[in-house]
């Protein structure tokens, strides 16, 4: 009796250690996934392979998650899955730091992925600054040349090429509607350490100035700054003009409210901010400038093209879309001519 008692009790303590042991593995594989998240997140691609499997590691770093960008880093990845490339992607994404964007092409660099995509300007100067000889694809960035990325569109140069998001009629024919609706003053909000909105100010100005548009600007350094820039402008501006600035773009929202309040209609730089509240904008897919950034990057990847020799090309197919919903919510009168200039008359409902 006391021999069986004993086995029983050996078994127990036996079990109750397996158990322990169970337990702390699993907290470990809880600790090591919280350790993973941050910055960095995993493909949803169906086709994004372990870095075992994969015949190529390819780096995504993105600046910031909003609409836009995250449409144009689908785009990307479609775009080497549907060529059939073998790809495991390590997207990172910078929370809208440009310190944390050179930390993100550093591990790159060092973990020697065979390409980066840059999704915005800080994240494609970044990887420029720490490697020219990992190929480097960019996208939605305003001014390639003038961010020094590129040597010219049609010749790069170097170990980098990509797609703009800039249409050279974008600025021109936004700040024209603006000025056939009988507006007087444009308000542009945007972050003075993006190259890529000082370089759309500076137009949107210029044009501006041609029309005899007034324009005033206020400055942010962060998202959490934009509402009160947005309040700072709404007494003595009667638009607002949002280029596509990273930081401001992703509080959309905040211009937003601000602009429904004041009965002051926002004008965009991109089609997305036009499904989110935007009154009205000139713009494109930026599914699309994604894609092709992938399809260069196929080049690359497959072919084993020199970066430097793939043209960097602009968007296609501009198009003005107007938001119907947010014309009433900022007192703008929906015309029989802005109906007729619009490609597409959209709803917040479509673009929920």
């Known amino acids: 009796m006391m021999k069986r008692l004993l086995l029983m009790v050996v078994m127990i303590s036996a079990l109750v250690l397996i158990v ?178 000082v370089t759309q100010v500076e137009n949107v100005k210029s044009v501006a100035s041609e029309h005899d548009l007034s324009t005033e600007e206020a400055t942010v350094s962060s998202s959490s700054e934009v509402m009160q820039a947005a309040q700072s402008l709404a007494g003595s501006v009667d638009t607002f003009l949002i280029v596509t600035d990273n930081t401001v773009v992703s509080a959309l929202e905040s211009v937003l409210s601000v602009a429904q309040e004041n009965d002051v209609p926002v004008f965009a730089s991109e089609l997305d901010s036009v499904s989110r509240g935007a009154f009205a904008g000139y713009g494109f897919d930026y599914y699309d400038i994604g894609y092709e950034a992938g399809e260069k990057a196929v080049q690359i990847l497959e072919d084993g093209t020199n970066p430097g020799d793939i043209e960097a090309n602009y968007p296609q197919n501009l198009k003005l879309h107007i938001n119907e919903d947010a014309a009433s919510e900022m007192g703008v009168e929906l015309t029989d001519d802005l109906e007729e200039r619009a490609s597409e008359i959209v709803s917040m409902e479509e673009g929920e």
């Open 20 to 197: 322990a042991c169970g337990d702390s593995d699993s907290s470990s594989d809880s600790n090591d996934n919280e350790s993973n998240g941050g910055n960095s997140e995993e493909s949803s691609s169906n086709s994004d392979a372990s870095e075992e499997e994969a015949d190529y590691v390819v780096g995504v770093s993105q600046i910031v998650e909003h609409p836009s960008l995250d449409r144009a880093t689908e785009g990307f990845q479609d775009a080497l899955d549907e060529a059939g490339l073998n790809v495991s992607y390590d997207v990172s994404l910078a929370q809208g730091d440009n310190q944390n964007a050179q930390l993100i092409a550093e591990q790159f660099v060092s973990d020697k992925v065979d390409l980066i995509f840059g999704n915005s300007t800080p994240s494609a100067q970044s990887a420029v600054n720490e490697t020219s000889d990992i190929p480097i694809v960019f996208t939605s960035v305003t001014d390639p040349v003038g961010s020094e990325l590129v040597e010219s569109m049609e010749n790069p140069g170097g170990n980098v090429t990509g797609t703009a998001d800039s249409h050279p009629e974008s600025v021109p024919k936004t700040v024209q509607l603006i000025k056939d609706m009988g507006h007087e003053s444009i308000g542009l909000i945007y972050n003075s350490g993006e190259q890529n909105s």
